[in-house]
């Protein structure tokens, strides 16, 4: 199938032309008749298949650029999130021809520059909860023609104060609003809300594997104090040209970021300490390719689309399968390969065959020596001094 086997309009497919896009993925298959029909919708589907497209194509599809107002709201859980639909947004856009405008409203910038935006009505509003209900209250974001909101990261969204805010979002706009929610992995609670929110919303989950098949999973046998070593070492002998490395903590962020620069390693420290700029000058630096790694918390990389990402690193490994499923699919994107190697200790290795049993993944031992990566048996230890 192609898209032009969808009910998509021919300036959004030849849009999709000029991104180099032509065949549609499940996801976007799935969903794009639903919601091109104003159907409320739920999708489901792994990193990286393309579910921000498999909204955004049927919303432009339904919005009426004659018509200066906005009509669609994108909600996301962190600024990088937001900031990166608003980006296909407006390409998608350009690519078409159509005079769609889209904003951007997040926290960290400046209030009176983003209502000066509001003013010239935009098509299409994309933020974090708190800014976008803040302008709400305020006034200055009419609410009053919306025909969609999409709930992007649904999972991170449903829950706690953000819950509340989404609430408040959804209150504003009118009954009859169509209401679509984005996640690869959905929990109870989340699943509850969403059914209150939106009870008859299509289930859309294509079929797809629960982890990205193109991603290679590996881990690594150490001791704690010695897992910056052992890193370091993974990163020379893969000769890693982009890739991205977990950690819990932002103290520990900083921490190895400054070892692997102590030998010379060009690397980004992306934690959510940052200021607003520095965060945009790491993000931009491993876009570019000036940037070979950067270390990121959970919260940090949360819906993160960056291109070529060969390799996952999780210097701490997460306890709950779902956090690592999370992790993972930050490589192997749109198709490509991708390695995801997790370094343990002996009694972290309990969560390999936690992995394995409730990703349906099998995961192989490996070590380092003499720069090379080799195969090691399931109990093997590799001491890196």
């Known amino acids: ?198 009870p008859n919303a299509a289930r859309l989950s294509p079929g797809a594997a629960k982890v990205n098949e193109n991603i290679e999973h590996l881990y690594v046998v150490c001791e704690d104090r010695d897992k910056p070593d052992v890193l370091r070492k993974l990163l020379h002998a893969y000769e890693v040209p982009r890739s991205i490395v977990f950690v819990h903590r932002n103290d520990v962020a900083e921490e190895v970021a400054v070892k692997l620069a102590h030998h010379k390693l060009v690397v980004a420290d992306l934690n959510a300490e940052l200021t607003k700029m520095d965060r945009k000058q790491a993000m931009d630096g491993i876009r570019n390719g000036a940037i070979r790694i950067m270390i990121a918390s959970d919260l940090a990389a949360r819906g993160l689309n960056i291109p070529g990402i060969t390799h996952v690193f999780n210097l701490d490994v997460p306890t709950m399968s779902k956090a690592y499923l999370h992790r993972v699919g930050r490589t192997a994107r749109a198709g490509a390969k991708g390695t995801a190697v997790s370094l343990v200790t002996e009694i972290e290795a309990r969560l390999v065959r936690r992995y394995e049993q409730e990703l349906g993944i099998s995961m192989q031992c490996i070590r380092v020596r003499d720069g090379r990566i080799m195969a090691a048996g399931p109990d093997s230890i590799w001491n890196p001094r």
């Open 1 to 198: 199938m192609t898209f032009t086997d969808l009910p998509l309009p021919a300036e959004l497919i030849a849009a999709l032309a000029k991104q180099q896009i032509s065949d549609p993925t499940p996801i976007q298959i799935a969903a794009i008749p639903v919601l091109i029909a104003g159907q409320d919708a739920y999708l489901k589907a792994e990193t990286g298949t393309g579910k921000t497209l498999a909204y955004l194509l049927p919303l432009f599809a339904r919005i009426d650029p004659a018509q200066a107002a906005t009509q669609v709201v994108i909600v996301a859980p962190t600024h990088e999130l937001a900031i990166q639909i608003h980006r296909q947004s407006c390409e998608l856009a350009q690519n078409a021809g159509l005079a769609i405008r889209s904003v951007l409203l997040i926290g960290g910038t400046a209030t009176d520059r983003q209502i000066d935006k509001l003013k010239a009505k935009p098509h299409v509003v994309v933020g974090s909860p708190g800014r976008i209900v803040e302008l709400i209250e305020r006034g200055k974001l009419k609410t009053p023609h919306i025909r969609s909101i999409v709930i992007d990261e649904a999972d991170r969204l449903l829950h706690d104060e953000s819950l509340h805010w989404i609430q408040k979002i959804v209150g504003a706009a009118p009954p009859a609003r169509q209401l679509i929610f984005a996640s690869a992995t959905i929990d109870s609670q989340s699943r509850q809300v969403l059914e209150t929110l939106s």
